[in-house]
C-alpha cells in the first residue's frame, strides 16, 4: 500500500519557537510551504502554519502562535490511514517522524491527489494495483491469503438495455454493497477491471467463502432500481499458500495464480448457476500442473 513517506519532499524547513511571526512567514513565502515544524533543543514542540500567521502580528513569538499539539505518524502509515487521522483532527498536515526525529511533512492536498492515482473515479475503489501491493505485503509476511473474485452476471445486457449511465449506476451500488461487507483488518477490495470485482483476505478459506456467498446474497437481494435482476458470481482460491512458497516459489507468482485460480472459479460457478465456487490453491496446482 503507498505510505506517506513517498510524499516527503528532500528538504526540511523548521523554526525556533523564539523567531518572530514575521521570521517564519518570510521562510514560507520563500520556499513556498504553507507550514513549519518548530523545534527547540532537538524536539518537536509545535507546529505554525499559513494561519496561524495570518491571525497574528508579525513581532509575535512563534511559541505564542503556533500549535502546540502536533499529530505525528511514522513513514510506514498508508495514505488512507492518513487521510482518516486528518479528517478526525480536521487538520491539513501530518508531521512525519522516524522514531524521534522528524524527517518530514506531508499534506492533505498531496494526500488527496496521491490517493487518487490509486483509485478507481467510478467506484471509489481501490485500483487493482493497490490489491496487488496488499496481497504482496501480507505474503511477505508470512501470513495465508484468500482471492476473492466477482464477476456481475450478464452486465453486457445491462448496458445494452438500459444505457451506460444505468450500468455505471448499478457499477457503484454494487461496490457500496461490496465494500460495506468489508472488514478492513482483514480485507482489501479492488474494482479489478470492468465489471469485475476482486478482494485479497487474510480469512481462512471457508471463511473467505462465507463472505463471497454474504457478497453475491446481499447483491441479490439490493432492490434494484426498475426492478431489474442483477447478480454476481464469485470465485474464491487460497489456503496452504505455505507450501507454494516451500516449494520455491516467489510471491508475486503466488498472487497472479490465486486470481488466476479464483476468476476461472467464478466462472465455473457461472456456467454451473451456483453463487460460489471456492477450491484450495495447493490442489488446483497439482491438478493443472502449474
Not at 501491493?133 to 511477505?140: Q, W
Not at 491469503?145 to 445491462?158: E, Q, S, T
Not at 456467498?213 to 505455505?242: F, H, T, Y
Request: proline share 3%.
Amino acid at each position: 500500500m503507498p505510505t506517506v513517506e513517498g510524499l516527503i519532499s528532500q528538504k526540511l524547513y523548521t523554526i525556533d519557537p523564539l523567531a518572530s511571526v514575521g521570521r517564519a512567514a518570510s521562510i514560507m513565502e520563500r520556499y513556498g510551504i504553507g507550514s513549519l515544524p518548530v523545534i527547540e533543543e532537538g524536539k518537536l514542540v509545535g507546529i505554525i502554519t499559513s494561519r496561524d500567521i495570518r491571525r497574528s502580528h508579525p513581532n509575535r513569538l512563534v511559541a505564542d502562535a503556533m500549535t502546540s499539539k502536533v499529530i505525528t505518524v511514522p513513514p510506514t502509515t498508508c495514505l488512507t490511514e492518513a487521510q482518516k487521522l486528518m479528517a478526525k483532527y480536521k487538520i491539513e498536515r501530518l508531521v512525519v517522524t522516524r522514531e524521534s526525529d522528524i524527517i518530514g511533512i506531508v499534506t492533505r492536498a498531496q494526500i488527496m491527489s496521491e490517493l487518487g492515482k490509486h483509485t478507481d473515479s467510478l467506484t471509489g475503489l481501490n485500483k487493482a494495483e493497490i490489491f496487488y501491493e496488499k496481497a504482496l505485503e501480507l505474503l511477505k509476511e508470512g501470513q495465508e491469503i484468500a482471492v476473492i473474485f466477482l464477476d456481475l452476471d450478464n452486465f453486457g445486457f445491462i448496458n445494452k438495455e438500459y444505457g451506460h449511465i444505468y450500468g455505471d449506476n448499478v457499477l457503484r451500488q454494487t461496490a457500496l454493497i461490496l465494500n460495506s461487507l468489508i472488514d478492513s483488518n482483514r480485507d482489501t477490495l479492488c474494482r479489478y477491471a470492468g465489471d469485475e470485482f476482486a478482494a485479497v483476505t487474510t480469512r481462512p478459506l471457508a471463511e473467505a467463502e462465507k463472505l463471497a456467498r454474504q457478497m453475491v446474497l446481499d447483491l441479490a437481494n439490493e432492490n434494484w432500481p426498475g426492478k431489474i435482476k442483477v447478480a454476481i458470481s464469485a470465485g474464491v482460491a487460497g489456503g496452504r499458500c505455505s507450501e507454494l512458497r516451500s516449494s520455491g516459489e516467489d510471491s508475486s507468482y503466488i498472487v497472479k495464480y490465486l486470481v488466476n485460480m479464483a476468476s476461472l472459479a467464478s466462472t465455473r460457478a457461472k456456467k454451473l448457476k451456483k453463487p460460489v465456487v471456492a477450491v484450495e490453491a495447493i490442489e488446483l496446482k497439482e491438478t493443472v500442473g502449474m
